[in-house]
């Protein structure tokens, strides 16, 4: 394969090392030699580079090329992933939009800055990657196709937000958004500039651009929709054969697939345009996920309802040919490790950031140029607060993963909610708190079983007690339930109703 952009750099005895990068660098002294120039020591690669970060909500690293998936989702990011740092262990800090990009935003787990919940949001961070870099000279523009980031939280920082759709779950609209960034991109501007893009496919519903949908079998000529065929009523429809073996099921992930394509495609273009501007400035660009997907892996479909693999585990490439090192990384990774990974990479760690962040840096630079950081049997976690579903929290630490819930619906009660849930948002209600006390408890090996199909909780390894202490601290620190005076109630006589029905 050609490569994309070709700055020489060399890759010898696990030390990368790119002249450009190290020549990119004023005021460096360098050291030549007939075999060629190395710099004195520096610690940051990628100063005054412009930044473009790529969310594509709603995407499950398995459904990739780049992670073994069969079919053709992404045959740009496959090739974009032979010229990235690729980490390959990456968990989503929430499986609910809003809670996990509250954690990319501020490099904090979500309840350490209070976004918890239905309206959770960074606005209680005491800074925002965003306001980090126009506070350091950037051009900050944050472009979205969701509904899910109009609080003004997600606005801190951002000289100019645009949310190009009011359509939930609007479809086929990613190379709009790529139209736009790429307009963005090209304006004339004296300083570097930070650009978020947030592309909402794969998201449900999943409405593919037929061009897309033809590069997968057809499965079945019945198209059941995500929110209104299947989450409402999937108890019935399981009990009438609804699963993997099912044509409807196949051809439901079909659809999700080809959505994936569309948005491949979208950003192969977003790349293709960002290229083609020639810069001074160096360019690194991010692109990951806020959650993944549910296909009846665990009993039920969509995201934000559990912490499972399939609803946490996501991808994460770092693209800067020339300055960041192609390789594969199994080093455990999370998605509040962007903000302060950024921040290093562009020399802009301060000790106020870095000491109010939880994420990692996942490089470190020197003289010898960028290499993974070793983050060794790190402790990563992952939360999900919404009092009208499930209250959880899991915590990942040298191949275990223990999740604690306070809320747990089981299947039937979700598709029910899921119906109870569309009417109290419809009229901006607030559910009640979720109960304090721990409902269900699991525990599983992922080297073993890496699909969290046996829970080890009854047999109580060793492991437990150091698991349990890492979540008690974790609670101690950032409380998981909102202070009740923070939590509006205002509930209809008959929303009451409808709330103790489901037990609440
Ligand atoms: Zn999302």
Redesign the pocket.
């Known amino acids: 394969m050609q490569p994309l952009v070709g700055f020489p750099c060399e890759d010898g005895a696990g030390v990368f090392v790119c002249w450009r990068a190290l020549l990119a660098v004023a005021a460096i002294p360098l050291l030549c030699t007939p075999f060629g120039c190395r710099s004195a020591p520096h610690r940051a690669p990628l100063k005054g580079a412009d930044v473009v970060l790529v969310v594509i ?2 995407l499950r690293s398995d459904h990739l090329g780049l992670h073994g998936y069969a079919l053709p989702t992404s045959p740009f990011l496959d090739r974009l992933a032979s010229e990235s740092a690729v980490f390959t262990d990456v968990v989503a800090p929430s499986s ?2 809003r809670e ?1 990009i509250a954690g990319l935003f501020s490099g904090q787990w979500p309840s350490c800055v209070g976004a918890v919940g239905w309206d959770a949001s960074p606005r209680k961070a005491s800074v925002t990657l965003a306001e980090r870099l126009r506070a350091s000279g950037y051009a900050t523009t944050m472009l979205t196709l ?1 509904t ?1 980031l109009s609080d003004g939280g997600f606005a801190r920082g951002f000289d100019r937000v645009e949310h190009l759709t009011s359509e939930w779950g609007v479809s086929r609209a990613g190379a709009a958004l790529t139209r736009r960034a790429l307009e963005v991109w090209n304006e004339p501007r004296g300083k570097p500039l930070f650009l978020y893009v947030h592309y909402l496919d794969p ?1 449900g519903p999943y409405d593919p651009p037929p061009e897309k949908l033809a590069r997968f079998a057809p499965a079945s000529s019945v198209v059941l929709d995500l929110y209104r065929d299947i989450r409402p009523r999937l108890p019935e429809l399981v009990a009438e054969g609804f699963g993997p073996e099912d044509p409807r099921f196949r051809e439901l992930v079909r659809r999700y697939d080809a959505e994936i394509a569309d948005t491949d495609a979208a950003v192969q273009q977003l790349t293709a345009g960002l290229r083609a501007r020639p810069s001074q400035r160096p360019l690194l660009v991010v692109i990951t996920a ?2 993944g997907e549910e296909f009846l892996d665990h009993g039920f479909v969509e ?1 934000a309802w559990t912490l499972y693999e399939e609803s946490v585990r996501i991808p994460l490439l770092w693209w800067s040919p020339g300055y960041i090192p192609a390789t594969r990384s199994s080093q455990p990774a999370s998605l509040v490790d962007v903000a302060p990974t950024l921040l290093a990479l562009l020399g802009l760690d301060s000790p106020r950031v870095l000491s109010e962040a939880t994420g990692q840096a996942l490089f470190q630079a020197s003289n010898a140029g960028v290499t993974i950081a070793n983050l060794g049997s790190r402790v990563r976690f992952a939360e999900l607060a919404i009092a009208e579903r499930n209250v959880a929290r899991a915590v990942w630490f040298d191949g275990w993963k223990y999740v604690v819930a306070r809320r747990w619906l089981d299947v039937d009660e979700r598709a029910r909610s899921s119906r109870i849930e569309e009417q109290l948002r419809q009229q901006g209600r607030v559910a009640p708190p979720p109960p304090a006390v721990v409902v269900r408890e699991e525990l599983f090996h992922l080297p073993s079983d890496p699909e969290e199909q046996r829970s080890l909780f009854a047999s109580a390894p060793e492991v437990l007690p150091r698991l349990r202490a890492f979540l008690a601290e974790h609670e101690r620190r950032c409380p998981l339930v909102q202070p009740l005076s923070e939590r509006p109630v205002t509930l209809a006589p008959h929303e009451s109703e409808a709330l103790r029905q489901l037990g609440y």
Request: glycine share 0%.
């Open positions: 909500d709603t609910y939009t996990s969701t899910m998201h806020d959650h995201h």
